[in-house]
């Protein structure tokens, strides 16, 4: 799936505060923490870029790969345990979490349970 026209975006840790934090304060960011090695970041991938395309841009999708460069350090920050972990922050603050590949009933579910914004 193209994402060029969704609010999908990849952020490393130097763009990390002002793409998620400073961001959030104008609408809900998900944070994918994810690895190429790690198959649940691949199944919930397609998931997630499934539901932020039915928020229609109310919601943004972060897309973070741990192992690319300092990447890891937003890891420890938030205390990551485990990939993948989907992080929702909204005005500059996290508002919830969760881990491992969900279905998408799910994700719709915890973003509107987390945030101000519903379907």
Not at 23 to 30: D, V, Y
Not at 81 to 97: A, K, Q, S, V, Y
């Given at each position: 799936m193209s994402h060029s026209h969704l609010p999908i975006f990849n952020v490393d840790l130097e763009g990390f505060d002002e793409q998620?934090?400073?961001?959030s304060f104008q609408r809900p960011i998900l944070?994918?923490?994810w690895a190429d090695w790690c198959s649940p970041c691949v199944v919930i991938a397609p998931i997630l870029e499934k539901v932020i395309a039915e928020?229609?841009?109310?919601?943004?999708?972060v897309k973070i790969e741990v192992d690319d460069g300092d990447n890891m350090k937003i890891a420890g920050r938030y205390r990551?345990?485990?990939?993948p972990t989907i992080l929702l922050f909204e005005d500059g603050e996290e508002r919830g979490r969760f881990s491992s590949a969900r279905p998408a009933?799910?994700?719709?579910?915890?973003?509107?349970?987390?945030?101000?914004?519903?379907?």
């Amino acid at each position: 799936m193209s994402h060029s026209h969704l609010p999908i975006f990849n952020v490393d840790l130097e763009g990390f505060d002002e793409q998620v934090i400073q961001a959030s304060f104008q609408r809900p960011i998900l944070v994918d923490l994810w690895a190429d090695w790690c198959s649940p970041c691949v199944v919930i991938a397609p998931i997630l870029e499934k539901v932020i395309a039915e928020f229609e841009g109310k919601v943004a999708l972060v897309k973070i790969e741990v192992d690319d460069g300092d990447n890891m350090k937003i890891a420890g920050r938030y205390r990551v345990r485990g990939f993948p972990t989907i992080l929702l922050f909204e005005d500059g603050e996290e508002r919830g979490r969760f881990s491992s590949a969900r279905p998408a009933h799910f994700v719709r579910d915890f973003i509107a349970q987390h945030s101000r914004i519903s379907i």
